[in-house]
């Protein structure tokens, strides 16, 4: 008997599932796969792979560096694939940066000089890191990684169901 | 209670089919021939031999096999009934009102309510949960754990002989930010009683690296999500790991066939992580057939807020369930103001 072996998806290597229809829509199941996704996107596109009133989970392609985000409320990042850093700061005055009436991730146009590091964390397959409010963050990827998020519907948010999704 | 133990909130519990509530229950006495007890909620009656239980009500009866009863029981009663119905078989089940349940026979068979031959009764949700925890409590064996997958645990035949509280008396993981955080739910380790399990003995036990400045100790964090779950030690119990105000992120290992038949009241969304597993999906109200999905490591999908669900999984699987908690949804969707499929394109 040989050991049971764990089978994760990466950019490279992964098999979509599908769906058997008996009497329904494939649309219904809004049916996509992360991988799939973050390989026809732009770095650092964050498209939305899941919805559920104004909570999505985004998926997106990490690679080079990206720009700095923040939010108004927490968010969390899961590496899926690859390796990414984290970087953090701690934002002196979030209130000139980050318009307190919108939820989910916004990009910053610049992070004003001399914000306190926060600290830095290394991302592997599995790793989920706190992005915390208060914090701008950004990502730095030296080869093609995947990366989830749980956040809310915000101004970088993606949707385009037609081509992630079977029908 | 659901996912989160304040998911009731300040809204007024909906009653769709304007039931009155039974407060009338009995633990019976030890059977002479089994040495279990029996139960009795409202009219429903429960009662177990050797291989079955024995459901029944003036005009009916029902039974299923323990194993699978015990199983699906551990579920409704950890999960507080969890969100919306739990379909034991395609004849018994729960509804959850978040503070009232429903217990029904029939209610969600097609044959059943075209015959008129559902019955339907409703109770507290604390005195209805206190007397399942007793019957899955005395009716599980000193070898037996509901939670486990077959492979891993002994059988529930037989006469009664000794019991497996630590089993039956888990508490399920609800995060309040994130596993690992300072006071939050605490990671998983040999130490702590979780060893990997055997299925995931080739998942990577790295915990990333962080580099906190003094000062942020308690916000630059991060874990390995994939190792504690290769470290569960139970099956089909999705667990909150981080919360964004109502979105809960809930992986769960699987392995066999989800114990229930789940007709969740909202949209569900499952990210497959590792593996696959393979979804038979029937319409909520009928039972009838409306499709199979297999899921593979990365697939993404949505469960309708209008069908009901049942896993199969050879191979442990890491399975993220994700949920919004919003105590609001079951009522939009009954009202129609929620969709319940949750994108159009």
Not at chain 2, 176 to 184: N, P, T
Request: proline content about 5%; aromatic content about 10%.
């Amino acid at each position: 008997m040989t050991e049971k072996r764990t089978e994760f998806g990466s950019l490279d290597n992964f098999q979509k599932g599908g769906i058997d229809i008996v009497d329904d829509d494939p649309r219904n199941y809004v049916f996509s796969n992360i991988y799939e996704t973050a390989a026809r996107s732009e770095p650092y596109e964050r498209v939305c792979a899941a919805k559920n009133f104004e909570y999505v989970i985004e998926v997106a392609r990490a690679e080079g560096q990206s720009g700095w985000y923040a939010c108004r409320h927490d968010e969390f990042v899961v590496c899926m694939d690859g390796e990414v850093d984290v970087h953090l700061v701690k934002l002196d005055a979030p209130e000139g940066l980050v318009d307190s009436s919108l939820d989910g991730a916004q990009r910053l146009e610049e992070l004003p000089d001399n914000q306190r590091k926060m600290g830095r964390v290394r991302l592997k397959r599995g790793h989920m890191a706190l992005l915390p409010v208060g914090a701008a963050y950004r990502f730095e990827a030296s080869s093609p990684a995947v990366v989830i998020f749980q956040t809310i519907q915000g101004a970088e948010t993606v949707e385009k169901w037609a081509e992630i999704c079977l029908a | 209670m659901a996912m989160k133990d304040n998911d009731t909130g300040d809204l007024k519990v909906a009653n769709p089919r304007g039931l009155p509530v039974v407060s009338d229950f009995e633990i019976g006495a030890i059977d002479n021939e089994t040495g279990y007890r029996s139960f009795r909620v409202g009219s429903f009656s429960f009662r177990r031999d050797e291989y079955f239980v024995r459901i029944s009500w003036p005009g009916g009866n029902h039974q299923m096999p323990i194993d699978a009863f015990l199983r699906a029981m551990m579920r409704d009663v950890a999960w507080g009934f969890f969100y919306g119905t739990v379909n034991f078989d395609g004849v018994f089940g729960t509804t959850n009102y978040y503070g009232e349940v429903e217990v029904f026979v029939g209610a969600m068979n097609d044959a059943y309510t075209s015959a008129g031959r559902e019955l339907i009764e409703r109770f507290r949700s604390e005195e209805l949960i206190d007397v399942f925890r007793q019957m899955v409590d005395d009716w599980t064996n000193e070898s037996y754990d509901p939670f486990a997958a077959p492979m891993e645990t002994g059988t529930p035949w037989g006469t009664k002989k000794g019991s497996n509280n630590e089993a039956v008396s888990r508490q399920r993981v609800t995060a309040q930010r994130m596993v690992g955080l300072a006071g939050d739910a605490p990671k998983r380790s040999d130490e702590t009683g979780y060893p990997v399990n055997r299925a995931f003995r080739d998942v990577g036990q790295d915990e990333p690296e962080v580099h906190a400045e003094p000062g942020f100790e308690g916000e630059v964090a991060a874990f390995n999500l994939f190792a504690y779950l290769s470290r569960s030690d139970v099956t089909w119990n999705p667990s909150v790991c981080s919360v964004v105000r109502d979105s809960l992120f809930c992986p769960t290992t699987e392995e066999f066939i989800l114990p229930v038949e789940h007709g969740n009241d909202r949209v569900e969304w499952f990210l497959q992580l590792s593996d696959e597993i393979v979804w038979d999906v029937k319409d909520g109200k009928t039972g009838a057939p409306r499709a199979v999905v297999t899921m593979r490591a990365g697939d993404v999908a949505c469960m309708p807020a209008d069908i009901r669900h049942q896993g199969y999984s050879n191979k442990r699987a890491m399975l993220l369930v994700w949920e919004n908690g919003s105590p609001a949804i079951p009522e939009m969707v009954r009202s129609g103001t929620a969709p319940v499929v949750p994108v159009r394109w």
